[in-house]
């Protein structure tokens, strides 16, 4: 059975900072492309970041130069290390593992950037 479980979500004041994790069970994580992507209220859901099985990274520019993304192959767990967050980095952040022939979605962490 596969599982994705996230965490390190939260309420973050505007210029704060959270790590959300995910921790993959059940595939061989070192072959996926790890992802995460971010649906608020109203909206469609975008990709924030994503990481491939060699260690190179892609941001969408909302989030570039403050978000990291990195992976430790040997625990099956992805992070993102979301830095300088703004109100608008508001939303429910989903951890994604793809391969061509398989995608898989975790549950979803919210994130809440507010004073």
Known sequence: QVQLVESGGGLVQPGGSLRLSC???GIIFSIYVMGWHRQAPGKQRELVAS???GGSTNYAD???GRFTISRDNDKNTVYLQMN???PED????YCNAYSPTKNYWGQGTQVTVSS
């Open 62 to 64: 909302s989030v570039k």
């Open 90 to 93: 508001t939303a429910v952040y």
């Open 23 to 25: 921790a993959a069970s």
């Open 84 to 86: 300088s967050l703004k």
């Open 51 to 53: 990481v491939t099985r």
